[in-house]
């Protein structure tokens, strides 16, 4: 391989398919998430005639930098390069795609390359429409996947890579995440609007990684007047990741030229309280997933429309007491059989507070 | 063993000394908690000239089954009857007392009966005032015990046995767990008041196995009055649990002759609006652990009254708004700093719901 992949020193020499595909995926997640590609990791391995106990040598690496840039694929077969890759297999987390957009297909790279066999875990709707299987087996590429198991199961690591921006694409509208990090009894300031910090250090970082996946993160005009946050996606010694989501007021009120949401040039007002309109301008824009972090005004309008998700309620294990500021305003539900029920998808200690992930699927009773 | 002991037939045979204890620790279980007696599991070993491969013949159990009735050990020795203990270990969840109560000392009957070896995992203040040890060594019994490693830590599922008894016992009153059963954003009730159930079966389940270990449920007064909690300790079937605690109703109103929670002879009314005197009075009935299931004001006072040890926070995964009934009532805080902060000490996911068990440490920030 070519030197200059990044952090190329961590890659095996030797792997099996499924070692290459776990291997793929920790290479996808170092692209940007919630933007209009989704995350992409692939490795090639090449069969040898030495016998490495069902293990072939890797022998390209690649994954998708964002819009405009080369494929997974195209960017390990150029990682491969001087070395031949007649014969091959390539390992990919999506299946390849068969269109021309701002790069060429990758069908017809992997084939041009010499690869004769194709490994992808998820099917991607739009390269089926696009029979992208067919281009690859015509020209003699021996084609796995989806690693669909009969239950419809499939690899659960390359699927969660892709699940949020699926969904996009589905719905033609960017996924929505709900952030709310409140006290036990579901306050998020104090009553003299005090709010730094009630959750701790593990919780804060831990809410910036996330960030760094989003295509957008949305907060209220009325919160950038009143908190003025920067929004940008940090380290925890306060440098910035190396994916920065846009950062959107959403609202009809005008943003200062001095708020810190300003700083660079990710900013967008989305002037509007319709959360289907603000999500329009952002799917235009190219974002796949964004995070509504409030105030509680904008979360209630989501909320509202149907238009949440997940939402992510860290739990901070303090107590506020009623005359704190709520997470969720008014909703206009009188009696509990209205309340809206989610499911549980992760309990994330992150000591001191707690991180509930939550599918909003309305649950039976 | 005699029969009728309780599932005897679940027994093991051959135990080492290690498994005895844990069988102990799940002896103890079978007798009521939150009393003026800890719970207290003991396992006779009668070491054989077979060689069982550092196990031993178990020849007698038993478990403390609450006030006035016999402690575990001699529980254990009467189940060996008529076989002789001459020479055998008694390995004991806690150190055996050495007072004659209303029942005679332990320490005098383990050595009547012909003990050897005594192993007990956890200290007791009271058997150590009174020297057990001592009467136990002079008599020619080898004693091991308490089980503490030199940092200090102890078999930790013995030790969670007694914990809430140990500390009620250093404190002089019951040890207070506070329950609270809200939606996401904290609430307790949608507007008109319905909550059955915010929470799902499991989550109500395991709440009624709380329940028939505590030694008193309390619920305020006004609670009774609007609610008409039944109180006790149920199975999923709705059957009555094997053990009920007393059902305490604390507050100035009067409790109406027909109240359910009036049902049986479990009943205590404690006149007054002051947490210490509640607990004070619980204390005299032999209550070493008390649940306070609400409503706000109850809790909210005895949150203030600093007599919170422990917080059971039921979070069901569903918003209720701005409108639902506050789960925690004013607290008088202003401002964040004044806030207390808590640990969690177990999170306990409850399909759909999860459970926050937690200490009220208060934490460094």
Known sequence: MQAGQGRAEEIPDILNEEEALELAVEL?????????????????????RHDFGGQSAVVGVGWHRGAGTDHA???????????????ATAVVTLQPCNATGSTGPCAQALVDAGIRRVVYAVSDPAAQAAQSDDYLRKHGVQVVG?????DGSVPPRAYE?????????????????????????????????????????RAR?????????MGAIIVGTETVLIDDPLLSARRPDGSEGPFQPLRVA???????????????????????????????????LGVSCVLVEGGGQVISAFLAAGLVDEIHAYIAPMLLGADGVPSV?????????????????????????????LDTTTLEK
């Open 28 to 48: 996808a997640k170092r692209g940007p998430g919630g933007q209009a590609n989704p995350q992409v990791g692939c490795v090639i391995l090449q069969p040898s």
């Open 73 to 87: 694929e195209v960017a390990a077969i150029k990682s491969a390069q001087p070395v031949s890759l007649v014969g």
């Open 146 to 150: 989806p690693l669909t198991a009969d």
């Open 161 to 201: 890579l892709v699940r949020r921006w699926l969904l996009a694409q589905q719905r033609r509208r960017p996924y929505v995440i709900v952030k709310s990090s409140a006290s036990l009894d579901g306050r998020i300031a104090a009553p003299d609007g005090s709010s730094r910090w009630i959750t701790g250090a």
């Open 205 to 213: 970082a831990f809410a910036h990684f996330v960030r760094g996946n």
């Open 250 to 284: 959403m609202g009809m009120r005008d943003v200062p030229a001095a708020a810190k949401i300003r700083t660079g040039d990710h900013f967008v007002h989305a002037r509007t309280r319709d959360p289907r309109s603000a999500l329009a301008q952002l799917w235009e």
């Open 329 to 357: 305003g008014p909703t206009g539900i009188t009696t509990l059989a209205q309340a809206p029920r989610f499911s549980v998808r992760d309990v994330k200690p992150l000591d001191p507070d707690v991180l509930l992930v």
